[in-house]
């Protein structure tokens, strides 16, 4: 008779706002953007292009500025983000409370640990200066699967690359798009919010922070027993 297991066979990590305090990065570097086409970076339209892939972010500043369809270059804009995120992240990637210390704990538990990203992966390698590439079992980029979050593909194929179904794996994401990707994914998802709050739903646990986080902790929120850590 075979028994449940007792943790979570891998753990599946977002990058920008929960690994990695880079939103305010890509702030910058969309408001830039926004003023490039002649309007401003409401609060509205920022908080829309939190967790977006690029093609995402992008689309929706050139509905917000009404450029007509006919004129949105999609390969120009995306390459001067692009350059800009890059040049922006050259300057240093600063690490979000409890981050490193959580990826070094599952290393010291046997525990693998997946990046899985909207960033794409011409950017993502540059990240992986700061975060250490041997601190995960692999890798996913938004621009390497066929849609970004929130469609779950990166957290479907991140799971198999893991070897695992996705129930089996914990999620961890900090931001609405990025939940409902792993949520859909059927991945049980542990939320730390940074720039914006998330709503509760279903295979939702909620955490302030990182600081002090636990392999008990990553253990409950897996379970669901652990629906708000403090």
């Not at 194929?157 to 939940?179: I, K, M, Q, W």
């Not at 302030?208 to 708000?228: R, S, Y």
Request: net charge negative; proline share 7%; charged share 20%.
């Amino acid at each position: 008779m075979s028994t449940a297991p007792l943790a979570p066979a891998a753990v599946l990590w977002d990058m920008d706002g929960t690994l990695l305090d880079s939103e305010p990065i890509w702030d910058i570097a969309v408001e830039q953007f926004t003023l490039r086409h002649r309007i401003l970076l409401t609060p509205a339209l920022r908080e829309s292009t939190l967790g977006n892939s690029l093609p995402d972010a992008i689309t929706k500043v050139h509905d917000a500025a009404e450029v007509p369809t006919r004129d949105r270059d999609m390969a120009g804009d995306s390459r001067w983000v692009i350059d800009h995120v890059a040049e922006l992240f050259a300057q240093g990637l600063p690490w979000r409370p409890g981050a490193a210390d959580a990826l070094d704990m599952l290393l010291d538990v046997g525990v693998p640990s997946v990046l899985v990203t909207n960033t794409i992966r011409e950017l993502t390698d540059v990240a992986l200066d700061t975060l250490g590439r041997h601190r995960f079992a692999a890798t996913i980029c938004a621009d390497e699967v066929v849609a970004g979050k929130p469609q779950p593909y990166v957290y479907l194929r991140a799971a198999e690359l893991a070897g695992r179904r996705p129930g089996e794996c914990l999620a961890v994401e900090d931001s609405p798009t990025g939940t409902i990707a792993a949520t859909s994914a059927g991945c049980p998802t542990l939320v730390v919010p940074s720039a914006v709050p998330v709503p509760k739903g279903s295979l939702r646990s909620f955490r302030a922070t990182l600081a002090g986080l636990t392999f008990g902790d990553l253990v409950g929120a897996w379970t669901g027993e652990h629906q708000h850590i403090h």
